[in-house]
């Protein structure tokens, strides 16, 4: 065989490999690869399509967690592992000393007693009613206040207020209070990390709100002045001049000028030229004058 033939005949092996393996690249291996490569471009797309959601999601649980992380760092509630009635009477006995008194020197008043344990497994609660409550609205405020903000997690679940009003037989003012009713619920956990608290600490009570209690008229007045009180209804005016009174009180001459105190009220006007005094008084919410005159006895004749 010569040389041209033989070199002509492993040119056309060559081509015929290099062309096979052409069509095979091409028609098989390339094709193949192209669907994979369209494949894994569609999922790159999805994710692109999906990443602001994503994104969104992930921002959301970073925000919740570090909501979570603060709102548990600066808890001031300790939940103790368990609970008794000695404990909780002792805890709202201090209640009551933080409460203080009223000016009636009274202080916050209650029948407590145990009604039961309520357990959720990991946490639970014991309930407790205060029956026969009483109490003036400041010195409640205060109680109620306590039991909300204080170390210990309570829950008042109800409470019923009902208003009296009492004459003092000492100083014959209308005593006002509120009687009330009260579900309690005292938490404990078998959780460690709420067993204590880190801030923790002493409350500083604010101003008590007004007072929704208070009538603007009082039910319940008195009938009869205190000793050392000026009576306007036992007044007989005896002398009268420009800007003062002379009034006889219980067989006691006394000076009345403007302005001056009497049970419930003061005097508002002098009138020399109509001889009398007049007084604003202040009943239980209810405010009227009342003029007191000279009483000018007739003198009689002999004959």
């Given at each position: 065989m010569s040389f041209k033939i033989r070199n002509t005949i492993v040119l056309a092996v060559v081509f015929v490999?290099?062309?096979?393996?052409?069509?095979?690249?091409?028609?098989?291996?390339?094709?193949?690869?192209?669907?994979?490569?369209?494949?894994?471009?569609?999922?790159?797309?999805?994710?692109?399509?999906?990443?602001?959601q994503t994104l969104s999601q992930v921002e959301e649980l970073t925000n919740r967690l570090a909501d979570?992380?603060?709102?548990?760092?600066?808890?001031?509630k300790e939940i103790p592992p368990f609970d008794i009635t000695s404990q909780t009477?002792?805890?709202?006995?201090?209640?009551?000393?933080?409460?203080?008194?009223?000016?009636?020197?009274?202080?916050?008043?209650?029948?407590?007693t145990f009604e039961g344990t309520r357990?959720?497994?990991?946490?639970?609660?014991?309930?407790?009613?205060?029956?026969?409550?009483?109490a003036a609205f400041e010195n409640l405020y205060k109680f109620?206040?306590?039991?909300?903000?204080?170390?210990?997690?309570?829950?008042?679940?109800?409470?019923?207020?009902?208003?009296?009003?009492?004459?003092?037989?000492?100083?014959?003012?209308?005593?006002?209070?509120?009687a009330f009713q009260m579900e309690l619920h005292a938490y404990f956990t078998?959780?460690?990390?709420?067993?204590?608290?880190?801030?923790?600490?002493?409350?500083?009570?604010?101003?008590?709100?007004f007072d929704p209690f208070n009538p603007i008229i009082l039910q319940t007045v008195a009938t009869e002045p205190p000793e050392d009180e000026l009576d306007v209804k036992a007044l007989d005016v005896r002398a009268v001049l420009p800007g003062k009174a002379f009034v006889l009180?219980?067989?006691?001459?006394?000076?009345?000028?403007?302005?001056?105190?009497?049970?419930?009220?003061?005097?508002?006007?002098?009138?020399?030229?109509?001889?009398?005094?007049?007084f604003t008084l202040n009943e239980g919410g209810i405010t009227r004058k009342v003029e007191k005159k000279m009483v000018f006895e007739k003198a009689t004749q002999k004959r």
């Open positions: 490999v290099i062309t096979g393996g052409g069509l095979f690249y091409w028609m098989y291996y390339q094709p193949k690869q192209l669907k994979a490569a369209e494949t894994e471009i569609a999922a790159i797309e999805r994710e692109l399509v999906d990443f602001p979570t992380k603060r709102r548990y760092d600066s808890r001031s009477y002792a805890y709202m006995s201090k209640g009551i000393d933080e409460a203080g008194y009223s000016r009636d020197n009274e202080f916050v008043r209650f029948n407590m357990n959720f497994g990991a946490y639970g609660f014991n309930v407790y009613q205060l029956t026969e409550g009483e109620i206040y306590y039991l909300e903000n204080g170390s210990r997690l309570y829950k008042v679940n109800w409470v019923n207020f009902e208003t009296h009003e009492a004459v003092n037989p000492d100083t014959r003012e209308t005593r006002k209070w509120i078998s959780i460690p990390e709420l067993h204590t608290s880190l801030v923790a600490k002493s409350l500083t009570f604010t101003q008590s709100p009180h219980k067989g006691e001459l006394i000076v009345l000028h403007l302005g001056d105190k009497v049970w419930r009220g003061f005097v508002s006007r002098i009138s020399p030229s109509e001889s009398k005094v007049e």
